[in-house]
């Protein structure tokens, strides 16, 4: 994968408040450490070095496990999203339907690769599994928002809406 | 209960949440609410109606009206016509249900549910699944009372043995003998686990079912974990599916509060709790050992069976594990009883399947059929047929673990036996339609693109060897393969085949071993003619200018970015290949249609 930079770590009283709290309640539960990292990342949105540590102190775990886990499975990031993560479903049935040309597309249109963030930090790109919405193939989505049935056409319109 | 006049119910499912039913819904109790009926008509959100291509979904009932494609701006209409002057809004209609001026058809006339037959999806689409008063008025925790109170565990075991249920997840093991096994195990503490991780790509019907009817599952959990002497139940479900995690959130929130979960369920001495654990993005962790260690909280590796999770599962414990769609057939049959469920389906696979109908098809969304139901009575009855009047070249089931199936076998019986025959695999349901559009070279490479991503690196034959199969598959698209790299590829499938660790590598070459049985002629095409027959690999592509059709306008040599187009105007343009870099720019600007790519 492509280098990505990363932007120094901020952490906020009330996020790392938060975070003890989640660690306190999962402290002592077997198989603790993957909903503690769920919790975590949807706390700072992604897991850093400084994020992994806490919770190898919190929970008593190895850095070298917990690093392991988080670098197993796609859904955990140690690189933070952009403001709006575009990610583009390359399940089967949206494939079938083009869903590659449209993720060529964004990438030209964005100048990015999947998995990196413009410079501005406005946009990532992400290409996802199936999403679950086959019947609208293909389908992209913009942070919460879903477009489907879409053409290489719709692409300039749906990213213009988030440019300013 | 307050009774209602008419009930709206709106789907919420993913498929119709993704076009914009929370609007809908938001909409219609603002209207009723200005037209003062919000107490007369009751607005209800229910799981998948499974005709997710039409979405947003509405029905109104008594009438049975179906709406289809339901805008936010169409709502007030419908509730001014059809709730406050009962005059149905026909343009808003479903087409296929309208019969006349004054009439409408019910459901199950329509052909897209004339053939289904549901009994994992019995309620998705009919009750609101928050609710677990409208699960019980359909007959919801009878079957769980009836085993706690009436039958001994064995009893429970013997009946799904009879049933002849087998795994829907995919391999198709009997349901009943894996309770057995589990049962049989010794052990102060054992499990029940759920495989929700529904990991191949084009396949929804577990989602749909823990969105559409969460109470089913935990109540065929609950029975399992009476027959095999458990008392904690975990389900693991992706993460990715937000809306289904939070439904059975809610679920087992409100079975707790009427004490279905939890001690002394039905004042019968059997205590169970289920919690859910969320997946996170590995398309391995639907692979059984692998699953049981992701719920550990370890990397999602597979470990070498025996010992088999029946007897050292979950921590170290005896432990059940079978699929949604498998629980979800599980109170039906305590209700309804083996024998009637044995009258359904083929001599060895009993009872019904759930597809995920997707890809190169009118109706895609989700349809149970009768196992025995033929390829062409889902593609061209239920599906509707192929859009665009193209013809249809192959069904892919199985996902990346399965295959094709081509157009001649298009009249096999849908069961688990006869798809192994031919090459293919159940698989958990997913079943994409491809026309002649589909490059099957380049659905193998799709697919093994999917495999080296998510193969988890323990063992070298699917870690080093998937890869190899996606580089020789990666020569053979870019126009440098030769015939001896088919054969490579070939030998190659057999090794991983054989060495693999689990399921996932086992199974990994299959979508090429299937492709090259059956379109041999399309790898030849790209090895020997260096042509994709498809038109979709690029760079086997070249694109040309017939000069009948051509005006001269010299739209194409403005817009080509290279300026590989040139000529004279009101003459035939020509275009060199050698500059060209395939872009496509000149036939989508073409108004005569005189650019194709061959």
Redesign the interface.
Known sequence: MAEIKAPAFKDTAEQSAKLQEVIAKFKGT??????V??EAQSIYGYLPYEVQKAISEGLDVPMA?IY??VS?????SIYPKGTYNVAVC????C???GSGDIIDKIKEKLGIEVGQCTDDGRFSLEA??????????P?LTVNDD?Y?RLTVDDVDDILSKYMD | MELARGHVLVCGGTGCTSSGSAKIIEEFENCLKDKGLENEIKVVQTGCFGLCALGPIVIVYPEGAFYSMVKPEDVSEIVEEHLLKGRIVKRLLYQETVVDEDNVKSLNEVDFYKKQQRIALVNCGVINPESIDEYIAFGGYTALGKVLTEMKPQEVIDEIKESGLRGRGGGGFPTGLKWQFTANSQGDKKYVACNADEGDPGAFMDRSILEGDPHSLIEAMAIAAYAVGADQGYVYIRAEYPIAVNRLRIAIDQAKEYGLLGENIFESGFNFDLDIRLGAGAFVCGEETALMTSIEGHRGEPRPRPPFPAVKGLFGKPTLLNNVETYANITAIINNGAEWFKQIGTEKSKGTKVFAVGGKIKNTGLVEIPMGTTLREIVYEIGGGIPGGKKFKAAQTGGPSGGCIPADLIDTPIDYDSLISIGSMMGSGGLIVMDEDTCMVDIAKFFLEFTVDESCGKCAPCRIGTKRLLEILEKITSGKGTLEDIDKLEELCYSIKNAALCGLGQTAPNPILSTLRYFRDEYIAHVVDKKCPAGVCKALLSYVIDPDKCKGCSLCAKKCPVGAIEGVVKNPFTIDTNKCIKCGVCMESCKFGAISKK
Do not use: D, M
Request: charged residues 10%.
């Open positions: 077997e198989g603790a450490l993957i909903p990292l769920h496990e392991g886990v197993f499975y796609t859904q955990f390359l399940g089967t049935a494939y079938v339907k996802t599994r199936c999403i679950g919405a086959c019947g609208l193939a389908v879903v489907g």
